[in-house]
T-cell receptor
Framework: DSGVTQTPKHLITATGQRVTLRCSPR?????VYWYQQSLDQGLQFLIQ???????AKGNILERFSAQQFPDLHSELNLSSLELGDSALYFC??????????????FGSGTRLTVV | DQQVKQNSPSLSVQEGRISILNCDYT??????FLWYKKYPAEGPTFLIS?????DKNEDGRFTVFLNKSAKHLSLHIVPSQPGDSAVYFC???????????FGTGTRLLVSP
């Protein structure tokens, strides 16, 4: 157990629908990162939050949004889902807004299947 | 635009031998490099990192080498063990460390 909790582990939904993925960071970590891994692809950075504020944005579609709440958990909202959104979505956390010696701590991911 | 590239999708090695995983990058602003290991149905796990001011970092059986002029890094595992069988991702970040850019991964299979 890495200490980063992602729910749900699996999600199957239809095109056009909206889903919410949840992430609880490791205790004490203030930064949360969201990554998408499509089939045979590397992990693509989506967005970072630090202590409730958006800090960095990657290749995140306009149909996707995220937020980090006062208790530091984060949610990734995916709307108007398309078949191509099927992927593994990982959340990671780190202690703060500077580089740690040990990288990020990842959760085990949410596998989203859009049918 | 793939800024971090792992050109070998897979690598097979015998137990006890050396495993060498390679990674190339294109962005000269990258300042920090990391290797992650990923088992099926689990998230990536941090393995080892190296700052751009160094050319080598060692941690037990794992050593990372950085050649800045060639924009190339490699991970050496000696001796390789069957439990090392996993997908290995190379990642890089700028000085602000606000995001990690990952390669596509290399699947390592260590056979007994």
């Amino acid at each position: 157990d890495s200490g980063v909790t992602q729910t749900p582990k699996h999600l199957i939904t239809a095109t056009g629908q909206r889903v919410t993925l949840r992430c609880s960071p490791r205790s004490g970590d203030l930064s949360v990162y969201w990554y998408q891994q499509s089939l045979d692809q590397g992990l693509q950075f989506l967005i970072q939050y630090y202590n409730g504020e958006e800090r960095a944005k990657g290749n995140i579609l306009e149909r996707f949004s995220a937020q980090q709440f006062p208790d530091l958990h984060s949610e990734l909202n995916l709307s108007s889902l398309e078949l191509g959104d099927s992927a593994l979505y990982f959340c990671a956390s780190s202690p703060g807004d500077r580089k740690p010696n040990y990288g990020y701590t990842f959760g085990s991911g949410t596998r989203l299947t859009v049918v | 635009d793939q800024q971090v590239k792992q050109n070998s999708p897979s690598l097979s090695v015998q137990e006890g031998r050396i495993s060498i995983l390679n990674c190339d990058y294109t962005n000269s602003m990258f300042d920090y490099f990391l290797w992650y290991k990923k088992y099926p149905a689990e998230g990536p796990t941090f393995l080892i990192s190296i700052s751009s001011i160094k050319d080598k970092n060692e941690d037990g059986r794992f050593t990372v080498f950085l050649n800045k002029s060639a924009k190339h890094l490699s991970l050496h595992i000696v001796p390789s063990q069957p439990g090392d069988s996993a997908v290995y991702f190379c990642a890089a970040s700028g000085r602000d460390f606000q995001k990690l850019v990952f390669g596509t991964g290399t699947r390592l299979l260590v056979s007994p």
